[in-house]
């Protein structure tokens, strides 16, 4: 971070940003204030944040927390529909965080001028509030660049009758959209939310593009094709800074605690031999499936790290469900904990590969660590990044028919054992090094970050 260092501000300037209350966006928006903060350019930053999984505020001493109410009653705030809740917190926020931002500027006015508002790109309500108070609006979109984009191709899609998704044509290519198959396409399958869906998705694509700019978790050298396309559909300055979490590999925004034995349980483990197996924070299997999965990592005779999140098994608390006799058919092979610190477990020398749905940060923590991935995308986003992991940047087997023991196991000792594995870490070890490469002077990412403080302190 030294290089991006800046004088001491003239002018003492504040950032306000607003993460959506997820942990697959709070982590990166909190990221990307640690990295903004490293600068010194910015005199103090503001994170409004509602109270429904406020961050853990202690961790960051260095920010200001500003909760604001988000209406939700218990249940609303305990339903898996994450569109329902999207689509309510937008309602409900609206007042508040205009309430918030009013008294925000009127006292910082005083002391200290607010050079921007930060905010995830699912607020999008918060376009027309900022446009209210005449203060530029720049947006943090979480995912990877190429599942943004397809999202502005969904009126063309829809009109040409590939979307709502037909069984008949989920091989089909879409031709706007190479290499993504219409079963790629990102779309969430919900109780009964489409419709509330495809306009949570307009109202994101319409504010994205009345935005000032547009900050990417993403870096050129992995979507230069994707970004040349968003710089096309969203006419603002795009800032592809990524990956975030490498710029301090140690800082933590779970909300979960990390279980260390992880990584104790890994230092015995042989040199790149285990599976590593999470589907983030949102991800749910029904009981046979999870009991597939189980025999399935026992019969891979590969040794694992499997994240059972509390909540993955539909209905059950924790492992009640795992199949009577499997702990002692693993030998000791496996360990099972609730929620890992996923970087330093993918960064362990043990870890060989990762069985994951693909989440945006799972897929960006595993190819900066050089480890290929078996991909099992469950919604949205994480589809077309599973196909772009396996199609594209070759990095990954797709799993593939239902789970089912027998293709777990095979699956598994195809990435672990085989030639086509080992291919797949060759490919990876070299899009690490270019990591390494865009966020060091003269690096892609280095570049952006370096124009998107100029370019913050020039409103
Ligand atoms: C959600 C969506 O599902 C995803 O598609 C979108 O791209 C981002 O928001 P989530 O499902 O949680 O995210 O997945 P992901 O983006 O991969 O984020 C999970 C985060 O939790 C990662 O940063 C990962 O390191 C962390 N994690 C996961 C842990 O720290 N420990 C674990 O055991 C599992």
Redesign the pocket.
Request: proline share 7%; hydrophobic share 40%; net charge negative.
């Given at each position: 971070m030294e290089n991006h260092k800046r004088e001491t501000p003239l002018k003492p300037r504040r950032l306000l940003l607003f993460p959506i209350p997820?942990?697959?966006?709070i982590?990166p928006m909190l990221q990307l204030a640690n990295i903004l903060h490293a600068t010194g350019a910015f005199s103090s930053i503001t994170i409004i944040h509602t109270r429904f999984n406020s961050p853990a505020t202690a961790k960051h001493p260095h920010f200001t927390f500003l909760p604001i109410p988000d209406g939700l009653s218990e249940t609303e705030a305990g339903t898996e529909d994450v569109i329902q809740l999207l689509t309510l917190i937008n309602k409900n926020c609206t007042g508040p965080f205009r309430d918030c931002l009013a008294e925000l500027l009127a006292t910082a006015a005083e002391e200290e001028g607010v050079a921007c508002l930060i905010t995830d790109a699912l607020w999008h309500f918060s376009q027309a509030v900022a446009d209210g108070f005449g203060l530029p609006r720049i947006v943090l979109r979480?995912?990877s660049v190429a599942s943004f984009v397809a999202f502005t191709a969904f009126p063309l899609l829809r009109e040409k009758g590939l979307l709502p998704k037909q069984d008949s044509r989920l091989e089909e290519p879409v031709l706007e959209l190479p290499p993504l198959k219409v079963k790629d396409l990102p779309t969430i399958i919900t109780h009964n939310s489409e419709d509330l869906y495809n306009s949570l998705v307009a109202e994101m694509v319409k504010a994205t593009k009345s935005s000032a700019g547009l900050i990417w978790n993403s870096f050129e050298d992995l979507e230069h094709s994707s970004l040349a396309k968003s710089r096309k559909e969203f006419p603002v300055p795009n800032f592809p800074i990524g990956p975030f979490h490498k710029y301090f590999p140690a800082s933590s925004s779970?909300l979960?605690a990390?279980d260390t034995s992880s990584i104790s349980w890994l230092d015995t483990q042989p040199p790149k031999s285990v599976i590593y197996v999470?589907f983030?924070?949102?991800?749910e299997m029904d009981e046979k499936e999870f009991e597939e999965m189980a025999w399935g990592l026992a019969d891979s005779l590969q040794p694992f790290l499997w994240?059972v999140?509390p909540g993955l098994v539909r209905g059950s608390k924790w492992l009640e469900m795992l199949p009577i006799g499997f702990m002692e058919a693993i030998h000791g092979r496996g360990h099972i904990?609730k929620?890992?610190?996923?970087?330093e477990v993918l960064a362990h020398r043990a870890t060989g590969g990762f069985w994951?749905?693909?989440?945006?940060?799972?897929?960006l923590?595993s190819i900066c660590e050089g480890v290929p991935m078996i991909c099992m995308p469950y919604f949205?986003?994480?589809r077309v990044?599973g196909r772009y992991v396996t199609d594209v940047w070759r990095i990954g087997i797709g799993f593939e028919g239902g789970m089912e023991r027998g293709m777990v196991a095979r699956t598994i000792r195809r990435l672990m054992v085989e030639r086509e594995g080992e291919e797949m870490r060759e490919r990876i070890m070299w899009l690490k090094e270019k990591v390494d490469v865009c966020q060091k002077q003269g690096g892609s990412s280095h570049h952006y970050l370096d124009s998107l403080i100029s370019y913050i302190l020039s409103f």
């Amino acid at each position: 971070m030294e290089n991006h260092k800046r004088e001491t501000p003239l002018k003492p300037r504040r950032l306000l940003l607003f993460p959506i209350p997820l942990q697959g966006h709070i982590t990166p928006m909190l990221q990307l204030a640690n990295i903004l903060h490293a600068t010194g350019a910015f005199s103090s930053i503001t994170i409004i944040h509602t109270r429904f999984n406020s961050p853990a505020t202690a961790k960051h001493p260095h920010f200001t927390f500003l909760p604001i109410p988000d209406g939700l009653s218990e249940t609303e705030a305990g339903t898996e529909d994450v569109i329902q809740l999207l689509t309510l917190i937008n309602k409900n926020c609206t007042g508040p965080f205009r309430d918030c931002l009013a008294e925000l500027l009127a006292t910082a006015a005083e002391e200290e001028g607010v050079a921007c508002l930060i905010t995830d790109a699912l607020w999008h309500f918060s376009q027309a509030v900022a446009d209210g108070f005449g203060l530029p609006r720049i947006v943090l979109r979480t995912s990877s660049v190429a599942s943004f984009v397809a999202f502005t191709a969904f009126p063309l899609l829809r009109e040409k009758g590939l979307l709502p998704k037909q069984d008949s044509r989920l091989e089909e290519p879409v031709l706007e959209l190479p290499p993504l198959k219409v079963k790629d396409l990102p779309t969430i399958i919900t109780h009964n939310s489409e419709d509330l869906y495809n306009s949570l998705v307009a109202e994101m694509v319409k504010a994205t593009k009345s935005s000032a700019g547009l900050i990417w978790n993403s870096f050129e050298d992995l979507e230069h094709s994707s970004l040349a396309k968003s710089r096309k559909e969203f006419p603002v300055p795009n800032f592809p800074i990524g990956p975030f979490h490498k710029y301090f590999p140690a800082s933590s925004s779970s909300l979960l605690a990390h279980d260390t034995s992880s990584i104790s349980w890994l230092d015995t483990q042989p040199p790149k031999s285990v599976i590593y197996v999470s589907f983030g924070s949102i991800a749910e299997m029904d009981e046979k499936e999870f009991e597939e999965m189980a025999w399935g990592l026992a019969d891979s005779l590969q040794p694992f790290l499997w994240v059972v999140r509390p909540g993955l098994v539909r209905g059950s608390k924790w492992l009640e469900m795992l199949p009577i006799g499997f702990m002692e058919a693993i030998h000791g092979r496996g360990h099972i904990v609730k929620w890992a610190p996923q970087q330093e477990v993918l960064a362990h020398r043990a870890t060989g590969g990762f069985w994951t749905h693909n989440g945006w940060n799972s897929t960006l923590e595993s190819i900066c660590e050089g480890v290929p991935m078996i991909c099992m995308p469950y919604f949205g986003d994480q589809r077309v990044n599973g196909r772009y992991v396996t199609d594209v940047w070759r990095i990954g087997i797709g799993f593939e028919g239902g789970m089912e023991r027998g293709m777990v196991a095979r699956t598994i000792r195809r990435l672990m054992v085989e030639r086509e594995g080992e291919e797949m870490r060759e490919r990876i070890m070299w899009l690490k090094e270019k990591v390494d490469v865009c966020q060091k002077q003269g690096g892609s990412s280095h570049h952006y970050l370096d124009s998107l403080i100029s370019y913050i302190l020039s409103f």
